[in-house]
């Protein structure tokens, strides 16, 4: 069985030591090994990207940006196999593995816009013959820690934006799933990439730790759940990093009593369970106002949730797969119980699907639970499964105080015809990213992804505009030149 | 002998009617045919390009775009076969064709951002209530009319972006040089432009009036020399069209006494002579501060011009190529004989230049006129060829008015190490280009090219962020709601 | 009796030759005279403004700014006399002629901003070791010529930013009220302005003539009737000239079923109503969807019209007041009448309102017509009276294709509480400001304004970012720095 | 003597508790009393702040903007008074109080602008019938602490773009000298701010902490030395505000060979003992490269400092003023001490000036030291006094490897006429405000203010385009509007 390595300086390094298993969700058999790397294995690729920026740095945008579109092609040209890849590891079915990238790809052509994005301001005159402007220049050697939910999109999140900056970059992806995130990285490397701008390490906190407090690392983006990223954030900054830590969420989509209710579940369907709800931007809560509302939505989607398949990667028939590990299974299971226990409503329970010819697979299927309450368990805490909760509310204000009340502020939405309610509600919710009937308001990639309250430690969003500004730092130049120079004197060379 | 048709609503469009010869400058020799479109001819591409319209607008700019990333990708694929089309009837060597694709590729990676380019201005509370937002829309059928001398790239100046800002496209290309044009045309279609979305008509003045005076065409964008271009402004200006047309130029370099000469002899080579000086920011005069400057840069001159190489596009080793007709060879030396007549020094003749096995190619050499003076015809007019004038001047100042005398304003050179001539210089001089220590200053993609004085008629400039404007019209939406809606009326849905 | 003369070069200038009256509207009377500028008074006006420019073109933008910040304050502390300056020779009533002036002062402020305005775009490395970076520097001497009906706001749409832009300018108002005009401009000049950077010229067509054709005149703003209006831009245009001009408007609201009638009708009657209905962006014609909304709205609109109080300008309690001539008067009241003759249903009939104590005043009262169809001249054409037109539909899209169809295209409204009706419209009609549920969607002055179809003939619309662009020229600088120089000779001073 | 209190929810708050004395430097006398505000008290602000937070949030911009016209105009009536208070109490000659106050006027002129600065992007079409669009929206309670070098500028660095974005704001002054900074407080309250908007607590440790820690708080500035700005910037970021912490910085000025020795002297003479050199930006190392050079320059700077008068505040004929504290007045000397000690030349020496009538003031003189290296204690620490140090290098690399080797890298300047080695020198050097020929290169309002390496902490800078970034959280609205709503079934409405 292979073990996975890491690619430092360049090359395929299959480093020693510690190592750990990685599963097939789909069939809970072991599928290979990732080697951990130690504090060395990281520091040496932290000191190949350190070797590699000045001459990276120097390299104009525009060729830099050359290379982000060869890698796009690679990425199109090598689709297939890394959904794959994705399937095998992290479970998602072939379709959903495909968006995941084509999401990651649009990350991708927005760093070929480089060149136009890390335009400074000039300003002429802003005294008497002195002129002004400002440098977005590269911070050095920037480092990712990504999750297991998108081995393939949260990364194209980072790097390619802060290469084509002209930073160098160290990632060290999540230890569940880190095949199609290596061969993705090949793939820049293929695609020009000198050695060294990129490097990949697999492993766990010692690699982490070593991350966050070498000095010579400029910068961490990291994302993951929120305890994680807090103590990331914190260690990143009181070592003098900058740093952005994207956390876990609990959104809401708030069903208004005018909302077309066959577009509410035909859309909300997929939001809640695609992926096995394995997304921060899942939507796990739909709060419905008044009953009407909510006898309709519950009623629709308890018809709709009959046709949902949960089953293994490979088959592109089914809707949606299991989940990353067995202990993850059990937690998912563990918050279903809870709901019941504390009184809400299993209007659909997938707690034990039959899965043909893959029984040892990680599944819990589509589960709906109506009549939950803003004090149970399964309401405060983000399940990461397959579980969409149904809370009933009075009026809009009401739904919207839910919102605000919660410790997250990653997505949200509202299901309305009306123009009025939306503004209302995008105007004023506590949310950094908001649908108008649009349950997973992921932002285009030429926007920003944020959310806020504690789903997001740091002042810049990921990727989009606040990523230039996050992997950049701002330099102002003042100049004025002293008259009485080479054009005065040449007015004396003409020998009359 | 081939006869080369049209491309009009995705499919090759043999045309019939009035034909041309396509000469290969290199032999002197007839190498083709060219359709000569009429009237009703035009009119078909019009009507394609109006069909095409309404599903191109609505189609999501990324959308757009992804066709530019894969239009990118076939015209590097393609390069060399691109290259020898362009020189075998423009006459231009295949490295300076390879450098002209590459410029042109340059704006479709330009385009391929549009999604960025074409974001409007959001205002939330422009009163109590009331949002406001800008957007760019697309103005419906679009034009160009394009010259011999950039067959490739000035089309990619235009198309690229009006189209992926929503555009349909009608092209006239030269009918000098078009089967380069064509087959980019076409490989554009293979990238998957829907049918309609770019026509390309070839013809000469009654195609050109046709898309003139037909009230679909929207915009008309044309490069070609300024009694055209005026022209061409003025009736585009009054049948309601947007319009902006590039003219010609005589651009100067300022040689200063502090110049480091050899630099400036070896970039001043490339830039007077490159492309046989047929370019409209080719470098045609060079204005030495001080005779103890000019005498440097005239004999250094002289020398590097003893290995500069004429003759025919296929062979890498030589320089520049032919003038494209017999009649604009003949032009070129009669601007030459008048140089003499009038009194300059010719310096380096390249009047009667010997390329063997190519006797009856359109070819002038390399040729260097010293003091020259502003009366002379050499000096007043364009000449489009491989002359490079020396004017001897006695201050920076008396060199800046000559400059600035001139009708032309496209771009324009100083060579300097200092700081402040060169702020001085690139401050006041009435020139749209400016190099410091840069001869030909053609701005890079994400810039915008435009020249001052009757070098350009429009208020916009060509490709880069100006492109976005001249290809959108501005749409300003101010949104209020009214209050009590479903918002308030939902309070009361609660059964209690 | 006074004769108001010009302002140039930083003083009153009483003029000598043709007069014109000046009539106070409220009574009928005259109210005083104004000299008309022959071409040698206009040529010592530009003439000034072209000897102010070096020395303002080089003062620096901040500094430009700071006196527009005391202008702001000049025209706040001496509002209530321009407005009844404004008000005595146009007729609009006191609060009206605020808002009027309000709306200009906004514009002063947007110039405020220029510094940050003015920012060109830097590019470091667009090459090795080359960077390019724009400049927007000011076109030299402008010209604005302005319409009656606003003559405090639409000059000061103008002259502020291209003033701010570091242009000079002469300005050519309506000879109708020039009063408040010059009164207004010479707080500019009180607020800092050297001599010559800002001229008035009163006059006629000799005047305007003779900026047309000044080849020192870099550009023109106009705003009028469309006829005038393409005229100047024509004129302008084959001049050389840069050139925008606004022309006339037919603004139409659709009022949809699902609107709230109340609304509809408070905010329709300032709308058609405001001003006599004197503004290019007048909301003149209703559409109502349906004959249930059709019927509601001609039903609560005649009831609200009982209380419209037409009157002197100087009467506060007024809703509108006189016409600007007695001629105009007559071709207002001329429009109602072919309504009638045509066939439409005069249902509240202003053609002879009882205005006690102003019985010669050119008075029309709030007019309302409905079931008028687009054959009708009081339809086709821009009646800039207080006329409001009520035209019947069956479908949405029926009401765009009447909107589409208009020759004009300035502004439009919908009203309806569905965002889906509301994006529709916006997206897809033919007019450049759309208001949604705002019937009178003037920009506010951060945003620019833009009419579309025969409502603007130019590139760029007026005011805001726009503005700026008019009032500037692009130059583009690429700059690179020969190596060799002071830093490595100076590596040889240290004695060691 | 009086006891300056707080500016609490509009209203002056006279405090109880402890208080502490402030002095006049000038004198060395005590000046008044400082009320020293308790927990209980900042709560309260907080409090006051929070209850203003709502309305202020939704004033539209524009609105908020026109109090910053108004504040602007107060400050410029008031300006001389202001310097006095400044004076007084800091001990800064009024001509630099009334260039302080000048600097922070232009922060107001900034605000002023923020309607514009606002602005969202706006995307049409980010998926089929989807648009998306970002906001800018305040965070809510913002606090700034500031320190006593710059009681006016630095303070309007910061609440009036925070202000201006629409948050509240708690401000705690420097107790040194907080008189002119609550003056010009209650000019903002005039001005038009509602209660509560801003409010300004004096105060030490214990009202920083309450700030620090409350969780109404959103955010905190905070401008001082580096060892605080890192501990505020860690506590903080740790109970999850947003932060930027300026800190301290010894900015260094190449003297290269071609510079003008005589422009050399006159610039860095104001920007060495300007305010005492008690400027974050203060000049205080100057690098001469080769000793030709060094030689001039100490030479030339020797003969200009004979005439440098220090004194007290109110005379305008002084150049600078006392120092804040006989404390630091010592803390300057022993600096001087050690530099002697350790073996540098004290050219001109500053330590026991004679200041006539003022013997108790807490002067030093302006002095110079020739032959300073990288080891002494004079060159490793923030002098923050009228001391100006001389290295001698041999290259101009080692002149940038002294200043990146520097902890600090706030500002930095180059002398030359060379654009070669400007360029080279700008792109390379690790500070983040670089001058050219500028050795004070603050940058002006539209631009941002923000040093690199331990000079700040955080990721944008003050003051700017990023101070509106620092005020303003990103939303992201994804927006799509279900079909088959009013706008269809409006067309059954037509009653045929």
Chains 1, 2, 3, 4 share one sequence.
Not at 59 to 78: D, S, V
Not at 135 to 146: H, K, S
């Amino acid at each position: 069985m292979p073990t996975l390595g890491h690619l430092i300086n360049g090359t395929r390094h299959d480093g020693k030591g510690r190592t750990q298993d990685i599963f097939n969700p789909s069939t809970g058999e072991v599928a290979g090994q990732v080697r951990l790397a130690d504090k060395a294995t990281v520091e040496e690729a932290i000191a190949a990207a350190q070797a590699a920026y000045p001459a990276w740095r120097n390299t104009p945008p525009a060729k830099r940006a050359r290379i982000m579109y060869r890698f796009k092609h690679l990425l199109e040209q090598h689709a297939e196999e890394i959904a794959r890849l994705i399937g095998q590891e992290h479970g998602k079915i072939c379709h959903d593995a495909m968006g995941e990238l084509q999401r990651g790809i649009e990350n991708v052509e927005y760093a070929c816009g480089v060149p136009e994005l890390l335009k400074g301001e000039y300003s002429k005159n802003t005294g008497p013959g002195i002129d002004s402007w400002s440098e977005f220049q590269p911070l050095g050697v920037v480092a990712g820690i990504t999750p297991f939910n998108f081995p393939a999109m949260v990364p194209l999140w980072m790097y390619p934006m802060a290469i084509a900056c002209g930073n160098t970059f160290v990632l060290k992806p999540s230890e569940r799933d880190p095949t199609s995130t290596l061969y993705i990285a090949e793939l820049a490397q293929e695609a020009g990439l000198p050695p060294g701008v990129l490097n990949v390490v697999n492993g766990d906190k010692e690699a982490v730790d070593t991350l966050l407090d070498d000095p010579r690392v400029q910068a961490v983006s990291f994302v993951g759940s929120t305890p994680i990223a807090e103590t990331i954030y914190t260690r990143a900054s009181s070592n003098g990093k900058r740093c952005q830590a994207l956390g876990g969420a609990k959104n809401h989509a708030i069903v208004m009593p005018d909302a077309d209710m066959d577009y509410v579940v035909n859309s909300l369907t997929g939001a809640a369970f695609g992926s096995s709800g394995e997304r921060c931007m899942a939507l796990s809560v739909a709060v419905a106002v008044g009953d009407t509302a909510a006898n309709a939505l519950v009623d629709k989607m308890k018809t709709q949730m009959e046709t949902l398949k949960v089953g293994v990667f490979s088959d592109e028939a089914n809707d949606f797969g299991p989940l990353i590990t067995g202990a993850h299974r059990d937690k998912v299971v563990g918050f279903i119980d809870s709901a019941e226990t504390q009184g809400a409503d299993i209007v659909v329970d997938g707690r034990r699907p039959r899965v043909e010819g893959a029984e040892n697979g990680f599944f819990v299927g589509g589960t709906l639970i109506d009549r939950v309450t803003p004090e149970m368990t399964c309401y405060r805490e983000e399940i990461f499964g397959p579980v969409l909760l149904v809370v009933r509310v009075g009026s809009m204000d009401e739904a919207m105080q839910l919102i605000d009340d919660h410790e997250y502020g990653n997505g949200t939405c509202i299901y309305t015809r009306d123009g009025e309610a939306a503004r209302y509600f995008s105007d004023n919710i506590q949310v950094g990213m908001v649908g108008i009937n649009v349950p997973l308001p992921v932002p285009v990639s030429y926007h920003s992804f944020g959310g806020w309250k504690r789903s997001l430690f740091g002042d810049l969003s990921a990727y989009g505009p606040d990523a230039v500004r996050f992997y950049t730092r701002r330099k102002t130049i003042t100049q004025r030149w002293p008259s009485a120079g080479v054009r005065e004197s040449a007015q004396f060379s003409f020998p009359s």
